[in-house]
């Protein structure tokens, strides 16, 4: 584990402490926690304490030079895939992560659902951590012999940049739709800090482009060697689709060749999150019947689509969290749903406003009765925020409950044989954020115990 630490919680005895300037708090303000914790040097841009204190013009650049000049070398052959875009970067992360592995080259994964190395997981804050912590994970894994680190790099720590210094061997973009405008303030510079990741790509890497999406002329690094993929012509293009059986069935031209493939997963969303598996190994020069056998025996990561099973229907918890997501799980469901699909959506507090409306206009248009709940409120009225989603909607076809647990049960008692209740929003996580509170919640497991009450 790195001696230098930028969190005074984490400080250890002998530890350097290195203030940095962060978007919502000063490491200066905490300089004398760290000493407290045994930290024995300061790395600051002003003042002077009771241990060594060295002061630097900017605390951020000294840590990104301190941090490639010290352990870049030791990290450098470990192969980076930097997996970027508004949806879809877990599960593509997730599906590599387990492909890579099931090729037994050993792979670990940073991003939403932790940190998977060998047999452990490590939550993590954040999609992206910060790159001291970063480095830190690179550094277990190099000690550990991983040859490849799946991450998901956001349009924050792009533009926070918390993934500089490091260069990537695959660099793939996803999609771009509206998110996090409250921090980016414009669609335009959303897309630009996307395109960051496509800048840091080594020479002889690949950038990997969905080429549908109408912004990747946006996003793309002319000169980097870019492999394109979707419907539309391209390198890897998609030739059509089907279910049979809970399973989905796709073809794939791959150098004029076209091959079929079978998946667990279902929905045309997950067939673009699995092309990055598919090019991936097939530049890997994987033989494509294992590539195929591979893809068949991929599974969702958790917290997306986790189906269960309740009487003679199906309950359904999935992170979708922003208009597409909304719109692709539930267009993908209404595919195979015989009976009725219910939703049960909220939308954060502090958070991108703009997609709010978008959200319950999907969810009340696509399916037959909506649920509007709480989903981390932080410092708003959760009433407030649901009525952002609820004005002027083209359709009625919904009620108003803010505790979501009791949503939860009452989506759960208008089940029939055949329905579906999409539980959305929230899918891995284990909490509610109330005001500047973490309190414990668990969509599935409010599933799961109001399942052993009933029956």
Do not use: W
């Amino acid at each position: 584990m790195l001696n230098i630490k930028t969190n005074s919680k984490k400080v250890k005895k002998g530890d350097t402490f290195v203030a940095i300037k962060g978007q919502n708090f000063d490491g200066h303000d905490y300089i004398d926690d760290a000493i407290k914790n045994g930290a024995d040097t300061i790395i600051c841009e002003k003042g002077n304490y009771s241990v060594k204190t060295v002061i630097v013009e900017n605390t951020k650049v000294f840590l990104k030079e301190y941090l490639y000049t010290n352990y870049y070398e030791n990290i450098k052959d470990i192969k980076l895939i930097g997996i970027t875009g508004t949806n879809g970067k877990t599960t593509s992360c997730y599906l590599l992560y387990q492909a890579l592995n099931k090729l037994n080259l050993k792979t670990a994964y940073i991003g939403t659902i932790g940190f998977y190395i060998e047999d452990k997981i490590i939550e993590l804050e954040r999609t992206t951590p910060e790159l001291i912590d970063i480095y830190d994970m690179l550094l277990e894994c190099k000690e550990k012999n991983i040859e490849y680190v799946v991450m998901e790099v956001s349009s924050h720590a792009l533009e926070l940049e918390r993934v500089d210094t490091l260069n990537f061997n695959y660099g793939i973009f996803t999609n771009l739709t509206r998110d996090h405008l409250d921090f980016h303030e414009s669609f335009e510079n959303y897309a630009k800090a996307k395109s960051k990741l496509f800048k840091k790509i080594k020479k002889d890497g690949y950038g990997i482009i969905n080429i549908d999406d109408k912004n990747y002329k946006n996003i793309i690094n002319v000169d980097t060697n870019n492999i394109y993929y979707g419907f539309k012509n391209s390198d890897f293009k998609i030739i059509n689709y089907k279910y049979d059986s809970f399973k989905m069935f796709f073809n794939v031209s791959i150098n004029r060749q076209k091959y079929e493939f079978e998946t667990n997963l279902l929905g045309k969303y997950n067939i673009y999150n699995l092309m990055s598996v598919i090019i991936v190994l097939n530049k890997l020069g994987i033989h494509i019947e294992k590539i195929k056998n591979i893809v068949k025996n991929l599974e969702y990561p958790k917290g997306r689509m986790d189906t269960i099973k309740f009487n003679k229907s199906l309950i359904i918890v999935d992170y979708a969290h922003t208009p597409d997501a909304v719109f692709n799980v539930i267009s993908c469901v209404k595919e195979y749903t015989k009976g009725k699909i219910y939703s049960i959506i909220g939308c954060g507090g502090n958070r991108d406003k703009t997609k709010r409306k978008m959200m319950s206009f999907y969810s009340t248009i696509l399916s037959d009765y909506v649920i509007m709940t709480s989903d981390n409120p932080r410092n708003e009225d959760p009433l407030s925020i649901i009525c952002d989603m609820t004005d002027n909607l083209v359709k009625n076809n919904y009620e108003v409950i803010i505790d979501r647990k009791e949503a939860i049960e009452k989506g759960m008692d208008l089940l029939k044989e055949n329905d579906v209740l999409l539980i959305l929003g929230k899918g891995h996580e284990n909490y509610q954020i109330i005001g500047d509170k973490k309190y414990y919640h668990d969509d599935k497991k409010c599933v799961l115990e109001y399942i052993d009450r009933v029956s």
